[in-house]
Structures are given as C-alpha cells and as structure tokens.
C-alpha cells in the first residue's frame, strides 16, 4: 500500500532531494545536481518563487521507504498573467509503479482543487523561468545545463493518469563541423556593418542585469506559458548565473544605441557536475575546477528580440556572432533550446541552418 506524506521537516526534505539518487542509480546519462542548488530553490525564505506562490511537497512511502515525489502549488504571478486557474505539479519522481504515481498525482490534484484551480500543468520546476518539460525523445545523451532529465517510463505514468500533452519544447545541436550556410553568412555580415551585436560586458554588470530584464520580459511575453521576472527573481538568477557566465558567448544587440535584443549563452557545466555528484564540499568543487576544461558544448540558454525591432533577422545575427565566437573559444557544439513547438520564427531559422532537432520535452495538462 502506497501512502503519501506531506514534507514538514528536514528529515522529510532531506529524503524529497535525495531520492533521484534512487531512481537513476546506474543511469549513464544521469546528471547529480547539485544539493545545495536544490535547497535554496525548494527553500520558501529564499527563493524569490515563493513570494508569489503557495507550494507544498509530498513524499510517496512503501513500507516506510520513499518511492515517489511531487511538489504541487499555484502561482499567483502566472494566473493573474493569463487571467486563469492553472495549478502546477514538479519535481516529479517515482519508481516505475503505476500505484505510486497514481497517487501522487491524485495528492497533487487533491491540494490544487482545493486550492480553487480547475487544472493541473506540468512537470514545472517551478515555471518556464526555471527548467520545466518531462523528456520524451534524446534519451541517448545527458541532459544539458538546465535541462530536465528522466526515466522513459514517465510517459506511460502520465498518460495512465490522463494526462494531456499540451506543448513540445524542442532542443536542436549544432557542431563544429556543421558549415554556416553561405546565404545566412552573406547576410549576416553585411547587416553586422549597420547594427551592433557586441558582447557581455561584465564591468557594468548591474547595467547589463537591467538592459536584460527589459529584452527578457518584452520579448517573452506573449509566449505561451511565459511570467514576468520580478526584479527579485532576476537577481537571484543574475547571482547564481554570474560565477559561471562566458561573457564571450553572450550578446546584446543594440539600434540606434537602444537594447533590441539579447542571447545568452552558457558553458555546459553539467559535463562536468557528475564529478561532484551533487556535492561541492568538501571536494566537489576542487574536482569542478579540475575537470572545467573538458567542456567543449555551449547551451544557449535564451534569447530574445524586442517586438518593435523584430523581422530584422536579429535572432539570426545572435546565433551566428554566438556559432563565430563559440568555435574561437574552443566550443565544438551548441545546444540551441528549449524552443516552442509553436514558435515557428525560431524553429525555421535553426532548421535552415542545419540543426538538428534532438530532444524534445512535453508539458501536460488535465482539466479538473
């Protein structure tokens, strides 16, 4: 018999992080994240999410043993965006027993109905801010910085349960070897001479923050499923992107003086993480060190053109500075994603260039 527990203590939170070691021990492509990173972001008085949010957490236990996890909450920012009562699950994990994700997800749709919502979305870790999306084609290779990661057999979960697919996020690569279309390069170079794309600059940080949330939230915002940053939540992100950003793979491109548009690029620390397994102290980051030069895969890990300076090919200029200084830097693939199914802009442009579509992530719904 399955019971579920709601997590109120340590103990009980300790288990709720712990258990994916579990789940993907003997996982190849398994990547540990890392224990410290999870807390903060499950932690109600530290992270930003949870100023706008109610969240509760529950463990799945089988003769006392912790089977299963699943976070369950409403995200007040989201609905009064979209003008809906959506609630949302994440943090999903449970063995491959239809009992145990049965349940939990009957105890999650049990709080959001309580709650007033009139359906469940996910797998959000918390928000399409954050990393969201089950995996349901790419298992052949680990996931990349920021991206989620699980068992096949969490589809069959879902769909046992109801529920409905209601988005494709899409991830394409790119390599080194891949030449850069003689057409998109012409234009490339010859728009490059009258608009500014230039790098990062880190010494105005704080400037730069604020040049990227006006882009982010602009360029965003009529995606489905997107919510504005607060400024709280792109500091925090700002903070705990900042150790490990390349500025030399992020770009602002700039009309007339004025931000248009943004790409950031990150360095795929997740190559390496499995030598901390999940641990920075007192060893992990020694070994991080050790290790940080076998990254040779960048992710792209946003981009953005504001919607007045759209239908420039900006997006395209970005992808092409970032492929240009990307192999300068000794980068021998890219990861361009997570991309919308129905963002068909973007999805022609990384086609058009060669990219291969390699992973693809599903959001799901059922309606109450």
Request: proline share 5%.
């Amino acid at each position: 018999m399955v019971k579920i527990k709601k997590v109120e203590t340590g103990r009980d939170l300790k288990k709720f992080i712990m258990l994916p070691w579990k789940i993907y021990q003997g996982d190849p492509n398994w990547v540990p994240p890392i224990i410290s990173d999870v807390k903060k972001l499950l932690d109600r008085d530290h992270h930003p999410f949870h100023k706008h949010a109610e969240v509760e957490y529950f463990l799945a236990l089988r003769d006392g043993e912790v089977v299963g996890r699943i976070a369950a909450f409403v995200n007040f920012r989201h609905n009064e965006y979209w003008n809906e009562k959506t609630g949302f699950f994440g943090f999903f994990e449970s063995v491959n027993d239809r009992e145990v994700s049965r349940a939990l997800f009957e105890k999650a749709e049990e709080y959001l109905r309580e709650k007033g919502m009139d359906r469940m979305r996910g797998p959000m870790n918390f928000s399409t801010n954050e990393t969201c999306g089950l995996l349901m084609k790419g298992f052949d290779s680990p996931p990349v910085i920021e991206y989620t990661y699980n068992p096949r057999y969490y589809l069959e979960l879902f769909q046992d349960y109801g529920l409905q697919l209601v988005r494709t996020l899409y991830a394409y690569r790119l390599t080194k070897e891949q030449p850069i279309p003689e057409k998109l390069k012409r234009v490339a170079e010859a728009r490059l001479k009258k608009i500014n794309v230039r790098k990062a600059r880190m010494k105005e940080f704080r400037k730069e923050i604020e040049r990227f949330k006006l882009i982010y939230n602009e360029a965003w915002g009529k995606n489905w499923g997107f919510v504005p940053l607060t400024d709280e939540e792109i500091e925090h992100i700002a903070r705990e992107l900042k150790p490990i950003i390349d500025p030399d793979i992020v770009f602002f491109a700039e009309i007339n003086g004025e931000p248009a548009g943004a790409s950031l690029s990150l360095p795929d620390f997740n190559q390496i993480l499995k030598y901390a397994n999940g641990r920075l102290f007192p060893f992990g980051l020694i070994k991080l060190l050790i290790h940080k030069k076998e990254i040779y895969r960048l992710r792209t890990y946003a981009m953005g053109v504001r919607e007045k300076f759209r239908l420039r090919g900006l997006e395209a200029l970005m992808i092409y500075r970032t492929i240009q200084e990307g192999i300068r830097k000794g980068y021998r693939e890219a990861d361009m994603g997570w991309i919308l199914d129905n963002n068909y802009q973007m999805n022609k442009i990384l086609l058009d260039m060669g990219a291969q579509r390699y992973k693809e992530f599903g959001i799901f719904d059922k309606e109450f």
